[in-house]
């Protein structure tokens, strides 16, 4: 069962929820650990200025992997289109809030805030 709802706003601003719920029928724990049977999140977009928007996007999935998982993820996009092309770039962060592993077994990193970079180009 799945459940959203989007508000828009004249000059493109979106506020987007969602909440997913799912029963998984299985003899398989293994699968059962990398399952949320619940999750929710939450999307935000604004334009700052006529080419730059702020994003913003929260995740939460209860008892997945044996634990709550907490993500919070926020960007900073620059947009350009014309008939023929729509570019767009950007720089942004992710950080995990539930202070769990990203993998269960033999971790790596404890470090659980990540940066990135993007581009797209459409046409």
Do not use: C
């Amino acid at each position: 069962v799945e459940f959203e709802v989007d508000w828009r706003h004249s000059n493109g601003a979106m506020v987007r929820a969602t909440a997913a719920y799912q029963d998984t029928k299985t003899e398989e724990d293994k699968l059962l650990v990398t399952v949320a049977p619940l999750v929710t999140t939450l999307f935000i977009s604004a334009p700052l200025r006529e080419n730059i928007w702020f994003n913003t996007s929260y995740i939460y999935g209860e008892n997945m992997a044996e634990y709550d998982y907490k993500l919070l993820n926020t960007w900073l996009a620059y947009k350009v289109s014309n008939e023929k092309v729509d570019f767009s770039a950007g720089l942004g962060g992710s950080k995990r809030l539930d202070e769990n592993s990203y993998i269960r077994k033999n971790n790596i990193s404890s470090n659980q805030t990540r940066y990135y970079l993007f581009a797209n180009l459409n046409f």
